[in-house]
């Protein structure tokens, strides 16, 4: 009987389909001043065209001194009104650690006052590069702040270097090199992949189970050129895309860390504060992938 009960359990085991992996996206900055490539607006539309496509809504983080730019503000109007969240992402993008708490929260307020006008805008705050402050001081006195203000932490789950291919790429149209796309495209992919899987098997190991994942792009020329690829990608290895906000419901993004500087992925800090030893720092950075890049040629 024994026997037979364990080969029961053992095939209910095996017919438990396994649970997909969740990702939302989210795009940072809103800097809409380069026409290298593709025309600001025209970049908007083909980002918001492939989360239309998949039916998804992502959460836009907006630094606010690029709504001087009436491109900037048409951008973040037509995500409004299409039900993406809109976020605050500052008014100067300063990195907190080379600013005093007294500026960088009125540099925050600049940026809410700018923000409120806009219909989907919610209290949810993302620091400029991930930095949370470098002392204890720094950083608890931005948590009170975010807290007495209403805010949530936008947290990062997976973490990558988006921006540094895109220079790459952007740097080379301006050169007016010739570039093949085909093989930017795949590497773009390629490494948000590599990081996907990265940040999901860290949540495992770390949390002991995997997380609903917010990654990290930017609106720039790679998203809208390959951001369609990168979500038919989610979904052809299983994954599930998911809305922001429903992504920022995991209870995971009510989280703190401990660590001292403060910051990255919010899975990687949770990770440093359990003392796990196989962490680099910065977690992403251009470093990482410049040396394949060069291989390349890209």
Request: proline fraction near 3%; hydrophobic fraction near 40%; avoid cysteine.
């Amino acid at each position: 009987m024994l026997q037979l009960f364990l080969l029961a359990i053992f095939v209910v085991f095996l017919s438990t389909p396994a649970v997909a992996s969740q990702v939302s996206i989210t795009v940072d900055d809103f800097n809409l001043s380069s026409e290298i490539g593709m025309e600001p607006l025209k970049r908007n539309a083909a980002i918001l065209a492939a989360l239309k496509k998949h039916k998804i809504k992502a959460a836009g983080f907006v630094t606010t001194k690029y709504l001087n730019d009436s491109k900037a503000v048409e951008a973040v109007k037509e995500w409004s009104s299409s039900g993406h969240v809109i976020g605050n992402h500052t008014e100067n993008h300063w990195k907190y650690n080379d600013k005093t708490p007294a500026e960088f929260s009125a540099d925050i307020i600049a940026a809410e006052n700018k923000l409120k006008p806009f219909a989907t805008f919610k209290k949810i705050f993302r620091f400029p590069y991930l930095k949370e402050g470098e002392t204890l001081e720094k950083r608890d006195t931005l948590r009170s702040f975010l807290k007495n203000n209403g805010y949530s932490n936008g947290h990062v789950s997976i973490d990558a270097s988006d921006w540094y291919i895109n220079m790459r790429l952007v740097e080379k149209l301006k050169k007016g090199e010739s570039v093949n796309l085909e093989k930017y495209k795949n590497f773009y992919l390629k490494h948000i992949w590599d990081r996907s899987e990265y940040y999901s098997k860290l949540a495992r190991k770390t949390l002991n189970h995997d997380i609903k994942h917010t990654l990290l792009l930017h609106h720039n020329l790679t998203t809208a050129l390959f951001l369609d690829d990168l979500l038919k990608m989610y979904q052809e290895k299983g994954w599930k895309v998911i809305d922001a906000e429903n992504a920022f419901m995991d209870p995971t993004y009510s989280r703190s860390s401990d660590n001292i500087p403060a910051g990255e992925s919010i899975v990687w800090a949770l990770a440093k504060q359990m003392g796990d030893k196989s962490l680099r720092y910065p977690a992403e950075d251009s470093v990482y992938e410049k040396d394949e890049m060069d291989k390349l040629g890209l």
